[in-house]
């Protein structure tokens, strides 16, 4: 979401107060000057007068040149707020609920218990009124960042790169609605015959010198092959790229999905829902 805060407010509700109240002040110097020019032992009138022209001169150009400035800052702002409400995410977060589901690994000691247990819950949400897809993930996008360094296989010569992460539990992609471009999403006997399966996107898909489907790589300096099953269209994680495409800051770091298996956590249950409005649940 993007709005206005309090800081916000209070800056632009000063600076409204400010400008609407020093022009005042300031029109009221010539009464100064007259008052003076009434004095009838004063022989500087000529003197005042000409220089309160002078001073409504520059007055009158400091107002226009000072209602310039906000007009662009303005339109500006305008543009980047369009901009930021247009940026493509890769994802469609419209009617996705999120919840925090927190397990104690006393309870669930091994990664078989949590596997059961987030699979009877994704069973048991699934069949609310009104859902249309389950899943989990870590982190949400847009919330502290996992980024893990990569490797091509069977290239001496490659560098590993650097890529950001999420655990996601099977449907993922659908309640997303994040792109497919090839290939599949995870199921559940992906995670109960702990396959080491990912699905990258098509930046990760790049580094890996490209046509990725099938290809197999390795996490840092470690001796493990994950072999690559989907392919999605870019996914973004960290910074939002406006629709035009322009950010310099944006680093178009490649992304990864990796199943709940090889790095099993806490996770946060994502639903994608028929109403807007949670309550109607």
Wanted: hydrophobic fraction near 45%.
């Amino acid at each position: 979401d993007i709005a206005v805060d309090a800081t916000a407010t209070f800056v632009a509700l000063s600076a409204a107060v400010t400008i609407t109240l020093l022009p005042g002040l300031v029109a009221s110097l010539p009464l100064l000057v007259k008052r003076s020019e009434r004095s009838p032992f004063s022989t500087r009138a000529p003197v005042f007068a000409a220089g309160r022209r002078t001073l409504q001169r520059m007055l009158v150009i400091g107002e226009v040149a000072l209602s310039i400035a906000p007009l662009f800052a303005a339109g500006l702002m305008m543009r980047t707020f369009m901009n930021q409400t247009q940026a493509p995410l890769g994802f469609d977060p419209a009617n996705v609920l999120t919840a925090k589901a927190g397990i104690s690994l006393r309870t669930f000691p091994d990664i078989n218990a949590r596997w059961d247990f987030y699979g009877t819950t994704l069973s048991e949400v699934r069949q609310l009124p009104g859902v249309e897809a389950v899943s989990g993930v870590s982190p949400l996008p847009f919330e502290q960042t996992t980024v893990r360094r990569f490797r091509r296989l069977g290239d001496s010569t490659s560098q590993a790169f650097a890529a950001t992460q999420q655990v996601v539990l099977p449907g993922y992609l659908a309640v997303t609605r994040t792109s497919l471009i090839r290939g599949r999403d995870f199921t559940e006997d992906d995670i109960s015959a702990r396959r080491n399966v990912m699905i990258v996107d098509d930046h990760f898909e790049q580094k890996l010198g490209g046509d990725a489907l099938g290809r197999r790589f390795a996490v840092g300096a470690g001796s493990k092959e994950y072999e690559v099953i989907g392919i999605t269209r870019h996914a973004r994680l960290t910074r939002v790229l406006d629709a035009a495409r322009t950010s310099v800051r944006d680093e178009a770091l490649p992304h990864v999905f990796a199943p709940y298996h090889e790095f099993p956590s806490e996770m946060t249950l994502l639903v994608r829902t028929r109403e807007i409005d949670a309550a109607t649940l």
